[in-house]
């Protein structure tokens, strides 16, 4: 894993609202911190910084 890659130490609040809507935490998780962006014909996983 990238050092600079964010990460999220506690996902007890993300399992609770991935419980609530009925979506898998591990998607939830994967979208917000590993988003794919379609560019041009291709898709590209962004990496997200811990800003």
Known sequence: MNSDQATLPDDTVAQKVCHLLEILVTDF???????????ARDFVIKTQAHQ
């Open 29 to 39: 998780l994967r979208s917000f911190l590993k988003p794919i962006l379609p560019v």
